[in-house]
Nanobody, 128 residues
């Protein structure tokens, strides 16, 4: 059983930055793909970014490319999401997730069911 905990959310003005962190325990961190998802009020949970096991490959939702960066430290069992140039539409609860799939498909790894372990989420609010 993998336990995942997010931190770092908060309130920021449009154009500002936030860094979310995710710590995992209870498993071999380097054997998991790590993803970030978000869910805005009244909307479905959506993919933001993911990092493959080694951290050597990352993939982003189009709307965050060039603004968000996912990075992981397999020695520390952590994965971060650096968010720059934030927009009001980035407001959501952000979730970190761990998945053990061996599929390399970005389409597959952008799905919520590719991840078995989820954190409780951290709120990010971007004011205009």
């Amino acid at each position: 059983q993998v336990h995942v905990v997010e931190s770092g959310g908060g309130l920021v003005q449009a154009g500002g930055s936030l860094r979310l962190s995710c710590a995992a325990s209870g498993g071999t961190f380097s054997s998991y793909n790590m993803g970030w998802f978000r869910q805005a009020p009244g909307k479905e949970r959506e993919f933001v970014a993911y990092s493959r096991r080694s951290g050597g490959y990352t993939y982003y939702q189009d709307s965050v490319k060039g603004r968000f960066t996912i990075s992981r430290d397999n020695a520390k069992n952590t994965v971060d999401l650096q968010m720059n140039s934030l927009k009001p539409e980035d407001t959501a609860v952000y979730y970190c997730a761990a998945g053990a799939t061996t599929y390399y498909s970005d389409r597959y790894n952008a799905r919520t069911n590719a991840y078995a372990y989820w954190g409780q989420g951290t709120q990010v609010t971007v004011s205009s």
